[in-house]
């Protein structure tokens, strides 16, 4: 039991001091001058929000950050895959550093799409369900699933292209998924299973339905990227003769606990089908300005009544998990793309698609998502005094807009403390640095033997002049 005092939280544009109790993990009053339960903490000149939702990552690419080179998309994963970490030990410390680094930038949950080492999958997920129970994060774990080899995901355009056949069947994969369920989906404890196949284009409809027929026997939510990339939308065409979304529609994947991440390439018949399957998108705005996707139609989303948060992407298209860099990013980003200005995102808007928006993608609103009595308590607490947050005006603006630096002050998930002074109460960060730095080197280019092979396919149809001098 805690009780946090006098403390800053948002009313109705504008704000309140109040006491918060938290009894059993949750939220039992919220109002003045409350009687102390269980531990007392100061809230003075601190900011209360719930717990933000790092919607969509992808934590073992935390070891190549800062050195993937200049691609888009589709031959940035060839080199990705090229020198992806193959060790259950370096899955461990990138998925502490994932967790690490939301919950200092005000997140309490991470949706990891979590890559698996092939011929280990499910021992790649016990790993990361150990690393984010170790930091007491809440965790949606959403193993990536595919069932196509890599260069399937790009369109043939005029050629006839042939692809290897992936090396795990559509049937064996559906069951890795169905025994990490068996194995680690504990809703109750903070853990949860995923059903994530990877994206329309890599995944046939059997490895859809299969996923579609274990969220409802086992009652998961469902993950999957989404028309990210130009290409991904030529493919849809060639695949199906109808957009990605349509498909999706079809075959039923899409539904009131599906999160989608991206959705740069969508056409407004397509975003009425997110808003009447109540689908959510998961806005990842700075991996799309790095690998060059596009820029979401987010404003459009948000008008047509889509459910949008946000989330960081894998650190190899970031290249951080600075969930408040991509909240600002996130919000601003489209100022640029409507001139009419009533629509565009303010900081409380962008403060509640992070919170409450996240909730709802997972059909979780209920219980988490807002400071509301009976929900669980995932919250943080800025530090209003950090010199990045003064001189003081709006608390919430302050925070969103501009460029926060150590402000969390404590965060608990579940009524546990995570955080207290800034720093983790559950794992040693110090010790995390030294693996992270002892595990790596300094490095600077890479040549991958995959991009030299792809690129010029992929060149031909996007468009592109094929020339000798890249790479
Ligand atoms: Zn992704």
């Given amino acids: 039991?805690?009780?946090?005092?006098?403390?800053?939280?948002?009313?109705?544009n504008s704000y309140a001091t109040v006491d918060l109790q938290v009894v059993d993990g949750k939220i039992a009053a919220i109002a003045a001058d409350l009687d102390v339960v269980g531990t007392a903490f100061d809230g003075n000149n601190k900011l209360l929000l719930p717990g933000f939702f790092n919607a969509h990552t992808h934590s073992s690419e935390m070891w190549q950050r800062g050195i993937m080179s200049a691609l888009p998309l589709e031959l940035w994963l060839a080199e990705l895959y090229d020198f992806a970490p193959l060790d259950l030990e370096k899955v461990y410390l990138s998925a502490l550093g994932t967790a690490v680094e939301t919950l200092l930038s005000g997140g309490t949950s991470v949706v990891d799409h979590l890559v698996l080492i092939p011929g280990q999958e499910l021992e790649t997920i016990a790993t990361a369900t150990r690393a984010y129970r170790e930091v007491g994060i809440r965790a949606f774990i959403a193993p990536l699933i595919q069932d196509e080899s890599l260069t399937a995901g790009m369109p043939s355009g005029e050629s006839a292209q042939t692809h290897e056949p992936y090396f795990r069947s559509t049937v064996a994969t559906l069951e890795i998924i169905e025994e990490a369920v068996r194995q680690f989906h504990r809703p109750d404890e903070g853990v949860n299973i995923l059903v994530a196949p990877t994206g329309i284009q890599l995944c046939t409809d059997a490895l859809f339905e299969g996923c579609i027929e274990l969220s409802s026997r086992y009652n998961l939510c469902r993950h999957s990227h989404l028309l990210e990339t130009r290409a991904q939308e030529k493919l849809a065409e060639e695949k199906y003769g109808c957009t990605a979304v349509e498909h999706l529609k079809r075959i039923g994947y899409l539904s009131d606990r599906t999160t989608l991440a991206?959705?740069?390439?969508?056409?407004?018949?397509?975003i009425a089908i997110l808003a009447e399957t109540q689908s959510t998108v998961v806005h990842n705005p700075l991996s799309n300005l790095r690998l060059g996707s596009g820029i979401a139609p987010i404003l459009k989303y948000r008008q047509a009544g889509v459910n949008v948060t946000f989330g960081c992407d894998g650190a190899s298209s970031n290249d951080s998990q600075d969930l408040l860099?991509?909240?600002?990013?996130?919000?601003?980003?489209h100022n640029v793309t409507d001139?009419?200005?009533?629509?565009?995102?303010?900081?409380r808007q962008a403060v509640e698609m992070a919170s409450l928006g996240g909730a709802k993608g997972l059909n979780i609103a209920d219980k988490l998502g807002s400071l509301t009595p009976g929900k669980q308590a995932d919250l943080v607490l800025y530090d209003l005094t950090n010199l990045s947050l003064l001189p003081r005006t709006d608390p919430i603006g302050l925070l969103v807009l501009g460029r926060p630096t150590n402000v969390v002050n404590s965060?608990?998930?579940n009524g546990k403390q995570v955080i207290a002074d800034g720093k983790l109460t559950t794992?040693?960060?110090?010790?995390?640095?030294?693996?992270?730095f002892n595990r790596s080197q300094w490095e600077t280019k890479r040549k991958s033997q995959t991009v030299a092979q792809i690129e010029a396919h992929y060149r031909t149809v996007?468009?592109?002049r094929n020339t000798k001098k890249h790479g």
């Fill in 1 to 12: 039991m805690i009780t946090i005092q006098n403390v800053l939280i948002a009313t109705d």
């Fill in 262 to 270: 991206h959705c740069v390439h969508l056409n407004d018949a397509d």
């Fill in 325 to 333: 860099e991509a909240i600002k990013i996130g919000s601003i980003l």
């Fill in 339 to 347: 001139s009419d200005y009533q629509h565009w995102i303010t900081p």
């Fill in 411 to 413: 965060a608990w998930v």
């Fill in 427 to 436: 794992i040693n960060v110090d010790e995390l640095r030294q693996e992270l």
């Fill in 462 to 464: 996007m468009g592109l």
